[in-house]
T-cell receptor, first 112, second 113 residues
Framework: GQQLNQSPQSMFIQEGEDVSMNCTSSSIFNTWLWYKQDPGEGPVLLIALYKAGELTSNGRLTAQFGITRKDSFLNISASIPSDVGIYFCAGRSGGSNYKLTFGKGTLLTVNP | ETGVTQSPTHLIKTRGQQVTLRCSSQ?????VSWYQQALGQGPQFIFQ???????GRGNFPPRFSGLQFPNYSSELNVNALELDDSALYLC????????????FGPGTRLTVL
């Protein structure tokens, strides 16, 4: 099935550092979402974006909906150990199509 | 408010068998979506149910079928299991079919031997 191109695949960072990850698609999406998944859990929604160019924050997390509608970015500032997990982007094309298309995920490890 | 729950947590089956996975949606939610997450991959959309009707389907064969009940809980049935069906099966509920915010359950880990 279709998946979004998410990068990087994994990141090892020191506590306190900032993190950036991105997601690209060959198709246009009307909605971009960012999820975090901890081991043994389902994904948890972090940020939802609905408009091209939109920049939205949730605490130390900031995400942007790309102008082309084909990409999105997530930044985490001042990382802490509990940021460890897998981050997924997901897109929805809109209209009557309600399915979410996910990226393969970015595994984030934070060294204290 | 109760979150999304799934049962069982883990399941082991052999090739050719059939399996039923269950999902209870979050209170007030009428839409349930099912996803398959293979190891190291993102979730793949299987199908969505809205008010007891299938409301969209991903690229999965007919041996993947589902049901939604009047209380909006849902079942995923997989017939003639194959080794590649081994995965984490996630259910997500949302307030309405037009809502992008989907709340995921913890998943059912299915292993096919």
């Amino acid at each position: 099935g279709q998946q979004l191109n998410q990068s990087p695949q994994s990141m090892f960072i020191q506590e306190g550092e900032d993190v950036s990850m991105n997601c690209t698609s060959s198709s246009i999406f009307n909605t971009w979402l960012w999820y975090k998944q901890d081991p043994g859990e389902g994904p948890v929604l972090l940020i939802a974006l609905y408009k091209a160019g939109e920049l939205t924050s949730n605490g130390r997390l900031t995400a942007q909906f790309g102008i082309t509608r084909k990409d999105s970015f997530l930044n985490i500032s001042a990382s802490i150990p509990s940021d460890v997990g897998i981050y997924f982007c997901a897109g929805r094309s809109g209209g009557s199509n309600y399915k979410l298309t996910f990226g393969k995920g970015t595994l984030l490890t934070v060294n204290p | 408010e109760t979150g999304v729950t799934q049962s069982p947590t883990h399941l082991i089956k052999t090739r050719g068998q059939q399996v039923t996975l269950r999902c209870s949606s979050q209170s007030g939610h009428n839409t349930v979506s099912w996803y398959q997450q293979a190891l190291g991959q993102g979730p793949q959309f299987i199908f969505q149910y809205y008010r007891e009707e299938e409301n969209g389907r991903g690229n999965f064969p007919p041996r993947f079928s589902g049901l939604q009940f009047p209380n909006y809980s849902s079942e995923l049935n997989v017939n003639a299991l194959e080794l590649d069906d081994s995965a984490l099966y996630l259910c997500a509920s949302s307030y309405d079919r037009g809502t992008d915010t989907q709340y995921f359950g913890p998943g059912t880990r299915l292993t096919v031997l």
